[in-house]
């Protein structure tokens, strides 16, 4: 028999008592002032006091033991659960907390960088066609909505040829039919974008600055290898597990705290995407017998006349933000040198 | 109510303080190992976590020399967390592509809104003791959906003017419902109070916008000053330091954000905490929690500053000292004689539950 000493709560009544436990094979001996109360051991369930909190012990009628001594009473009643010794264990020390620290980087690191965007990769295909159309068609009306795009000032005969330069570029096996729409937008500038199943918004603005129609049509195998790699999908599924991801793992920090990761890893998914289309655009022209060169060209015309319109510090290109690459490492398609552009 | 005569006869009406006694060396251990964790096992020790976090900090908070405790099981909560998760993605998920699934989705939500807070609620408190006495809810779920429907009819017919009824009709539905044995909590009206603490947060919102633009200030100064654009631009390509100043500008826009709410939160809290009082065998007994509205403005500005200068590295040094700041002024007044209380033991509370909430006893929301 051991004495361990312990404050007794009966459940209904707020005040303890001092009691004196100890074992009697496998029962649990409870000496109270007024008498003595035995439990048996299977029914008692331990729960340790986290840090400097008293152990506990639930009895089976309700009752609680609150026992300071938390190295005799684990002794007593066997040890702890494995789940609780855990937490636990990894609390006792800060080497053990460092290196903890350390494997959950990693995992991190590791969802962040292939888990995230495979888990992604397998879901897509689930995804029908016609459900990316739907999506397409609402972002194309809210964009017209908010008076974003207009109807094109340029000659009809530019949208053909746009359609016409697109009809060249449709790879055989594609499940996308390419449809290309010249739309005026000021405020968008001199750009192109995919919608997801296949529809290429161009602007005017773009086809005043990027007039040669090769440039062009590296612009539009760009555009097409997003829509083939599903990258308007992708972006929705990768920050959607972005967040559900970082929700379950910080739990109760406010989730305003959580948008500086958010962007972070949106920016670089972004990042990947646009390598990815512009690896497409690549093999694309030299399959039409083009130079990859030509991208990259466009690409510095854009910038330029951007640059003229708003600015030497318009262009936020290559940063930890930024949703495009450096137009400088985009000009060296798969690592040659091009000629510079006059 | 209380009766004049007994007034009287009480002569001078003592009270008890609430004492919270974590301190910030073994909160910081304790959410570093559970953030640990919780990566390591891809977010499933999250609910451990939760288990964990709360029964060191009901541990550590006591009145009238009885401690509290969390006893809630982590797979409960699990359950919970994974429906929840569930939820948002399919959320997030239909706002891309259907919004007719998402208004169903909302309007589900939305019906379903009280009845989920009757079974948060009596999860919460058939998982909390005081002095080894568990709480418990005793609302029925008839009375939450007449108490939520009729705060947000307030809401919708004053255009929102009358959030402070709306809190109060919410209110006055979950507090009697919360019990100790025989003692149940108890609100008082207090809406010109409310009213007040909604123009203090607005006010702070005034000042916390000066301090955050100063202190801006002062940083782009000091940039400027040792030349700093210039090497950034020199170093990092042109345009980089728009980029920086973007996202800075950006970051002060969420830093004022977040110290405003917490603000907020906090005097709406200690007003409705001025007005809640404990109730046994008729008598009241008024809580009390004396925190001046310029340590709360300097509470939450420290506390954003700590959160973003150590990358939220401080949380468990604001987490503690916020509710330090909170419970070491809270107060029972009028010395109600907290021994004489007597709860009957849990069991009768659990088989009057439904099964359907018994058959999922989740605990839903964070």
New interface residues.
Partial sequence: MVDIEALWYDGHTPRPQTVQLGRDGDELVVNTASGQRRFLLANCQLEAGIDTLPDSVHLPDGGTLEVAQKTAIRRLLGGLPPLQAGGHWLQQSWYVLAGGMAAAATILWLGWRFALPAAAGWLLPLIPVSAEQQLAAQTLAWLEQRGALSASRLPADRAKALQAGMRQLQTANSPYRYSVLLRHAPDIGPNAFALPGGTIVVTDQLLTVVTRPDEILAILAHEAGHVEHRHGLRSAVESVGVLAALTLITGDTSSLTLALPVALASASYSREHEREADRFAYAVLQAQGLSPCLLGYSLKRIETAMQQQHGSEVISSGGWFASHPDTEERSHPLGQRCPPLH | MTHPANEQMRPIPHTLPFAFSATTG?YA??W?????????T??VY?A???V??L??LY??TQV?G?RF?YHASPIAILKG?ALM?GL??LW??SA??S?LLQGLLGAGALLLTPWLAVQAMRFRLANT??????LHFDGRTEGAYRAFFKSWLTLLLSLGLLWPLATLQKQRYLLPHSRLGRASLAIAPCMRKLYLAGFGSLFAAVLYGVGFTALGGVIWFAGNTLNLPAWV?AH????????ID??FGG?LG?LW??AT?AYARMALQRVLLNHTSLMIENIEHRLRMVLPSRTLLALHFSNTLA?VFSL?LA?PWVRIRTLRATFNQLTLQGGPD??R???????QYDARGDELADMLALDLG?
């Avoid at chain 2, 570093?32 to 919780?38: A, F, I, Q």
């Avoid at chain 2, 003791?129 to 568990?134: F, K």
């Avoid at chain 2, 990092?236 to 980029?243: D, I, N, T």
Wanted: proline share 1%; aromatic share 14%.
């Fill in positions: 073994s251990r304790l570093l190992s559970n953030l640990v964790l919780s990566i390591l891809l977010g999250s451990w976590a939760k964990r976090n029964k060191y541990g550590h009238a009885g405790g967390r998760v948002f993605v997030q998920l891309e592509f919004p003791s005081w002095s080894g006495m568990r631009n990092f390509g042109h345009g980089s330091m728009r980029v973007g996202f970051m969420i954000l977040l709410l959160l939220g949380w907290l021994a209380l007597y709860a009957q033991g849990q069991s964070w």
